[in-house]
């Protein structure tokens, strides 16, 4: 599993012209569900996300969490996370978890998130989404759940 984290002051997303997720201040995260991705992955994934610290401390360090500054989390499937473009211009696709497996990977961990105690929003599963962010600091931090174990 792979995510795209960024840290936000803003961020939102819609789909058919219609908003589906909000959030102030708190993490954008794009997440791309890999073949072969289980329960263990969003898991740590979602633990992942919740504890990374990188929200500033009084002493203006990257030392707290989302669920340390009361942020929320806005999680936007993204299956182009996935992407190969090595040795080619065109990616392609072959890694990214089928959709039904896929969805439910996400959904669980979006689950996740929300018993650490962190609200989460959502985009739309398969569909074309608009997102609007921005991004604190800048502040982007890639996580991989294949790296981890």
Known sequence: MRAVVQRVSEAFVKVEGKETGRIEKGLMVLLGVETGDTEKDAVYMAGKIAKLRIFEDENEKMNLSVQNVGGKV?????????????????PGFTQAEAPDRANELYKLCCAEIRKLGVPVENG?????????????????????????F
């Open 124 to 148: 739309v599963f398969r569909t074309h989404m608009m997102v609007t962010l921005t991004n604190d600091g800048p502040v982007t931090i890639l996580l991989d759940s294949h790296k981890a």
């Open 74 to 90: 806005l999680a936007v499937s993204q299956f182009t996370l996935l992407g190969d473009a090595r040795g080619q211009n065109r």
